[in-house]
């Protein structure tokens, strides 16, 4: 572990801090594209009553990407929320229409996904570690399809990025939200791999909750749904 990582968080030492939350990822774009992302709007139309607490940017992995070294976060920044899609790339893949004749192949396409996605997440950890933010990682929410077979597909390819989420969490001892404790009811979505206002919302309470219960400094990898 580097020596920037094991320093203590800057928002942990500014326990009465106003907390703003740098979203690192492209999760949840669609979901919140229809909100008025002004300040203090969006932060009020995800947690009502709440935007006097806290405040919500949202950096993309293109924008990541893009910026190279260079990128800047907000300097008063306190905590990283880490999240990626997958969900609507496994959908836009075709894996879930593979016939069965074509299973290794599948499995291998579908390793090596995950293995750009696993790129992609370390490289966010290490952009959050770097500007010693308190940082949760979020694992995936389960899609919601009607078709049973195709659900229980989907969640299945899922379920090997995800595992690629919980090793990350675990070996930069960062806090690990999963989201699929979280959007567990039908209510939660919109469309089957995208989340309703109210499921955003659920998503919005465990992240604040989490937010505030690691405010006391870096503690090893926790789980909060």
């Not at 932060?43 to 806290?54: I, K, N």
């Not at 997958?86 to 075709?94: F, K, P, V, W």
């Not at 595992?163 to 404790?181: N, P, Q, S, W, Y």
């Not at 089957?192 to 955003?200: F, K, Y």
Request: glycine share 6%; charged share 25%.
């Amino acid at each position: 572990m580097s020596e920037t990582s094991k320093k203590k968080p800057a928002a942990a030492r500014e326990r009465g801090r106003y907390r703003h939350v740098v979203l690192l990822g492209d999760a949840l774009l669609e979901a919140y594209g229809s909100i008025d992302q002004r300040p203090g709007k969006f932060e009020e139309a995800v947690l009502p009553g709440t935007r006097d607490q806290w405040k919500l940017s949202v950096i993309s992995v293109a924008e990541v990407e893009r910026a190279g070294p260079s990128l800047a976060l907000p300097r008063d920044a306190t905590h990283a929320m880490i999240f990626i899609e997958g969900n609507h790339a496994i959908e836009q893949s075709g894996l879930l229409d593979s016939r069965p004749d074509t299973f290794g192949q599948t499995l291998e396409q579908l390793a090596l996904a995950a293995d750009e996605f696993e790129r992609t997440l370390e490289r966010l950890i290490h952009v959050a570690q770097a500007a010693r933010l308190v940082i949760m990682v979020c694992a995936m929410f389960q899609p919601n399809y009607k078709d049973p077979v195709r659900q229980r597909t989907a969640c299945a390819a899922l379920a090997v990025f995800n595992d690629r989420v919980t090793k990350r969490a675990a070996e930069a001892r960062v806090a690990l939200i999963d989201l699929r404790l979280t959007c567990n009811d039908p209510g939660d979505y919109d469309k089957p791999t995208l989340l309703s206002r109210s499921g955003v919302q659920k998503v919005a309470n465990v992240v604040r909750f989490a937010m505030f219960e690691l405010d006391a400094g870096a503690r090893r990898s926790e789980v909060f749904y």
